[in-house]
Nanobody
């Protein structure tokens, strides 16, 4: 059973960089045809796909977040990370990491596995 666990600070100050790590167990992030995404859900809003890294290490990022978002991985630790720079209160959301068989899962049902999520609040 593949399991994903998000980790990172729950509180970030405006203008700082948010960094989250997803630790994967029960499966490898280099398994063929797997795509590892970051998705977020602001309070009382829908899911927003942020970006992903595939099993080969290629990345794709949402156009709306491209200037602020970076996704990378550490295959030795079976982890992938999200960095979101210049955060504002509008970046307050539940952040999820997930595995899918395509680049851009838009709903939870599109994801093979996902973490429980971590709440990140942007506030001074």
């Amino acid at each position: 059973q593949v399991q994903l666990q998000e980790s990172g600070p729950g509180l970030v100050k405006p203008s700082q960089t948010l960094s989250l790590t997803c630790t994967v167990s029960g499966g490898s992030i280099t398994s063929v045809n797997t795509y590892w995404s970051w998705i977020r859900q602001p309070p009382e809003k829908g899911l927003e796909w942020m970006g992903a890294i595939d099993y080969r290490g290629n990345t794709a990022v949402s156009t709306s977040l491209k200037s602020r978002t970076s996704i990378s991985r550490d295959t030795s630790k079976n982890q992938f990370t999200l960095q979101l720079s210049s955060v504002t209160p509008e970046d307050t959301a539940m952040y999820y990491c997930a595995r899918a068989s395509r680049w851009r899962p838009s709903t939870f049902s599109d994801m093979d596995y996902r973490g429980k999520g971590t709440l990140v609040t942007v506030s001074s």
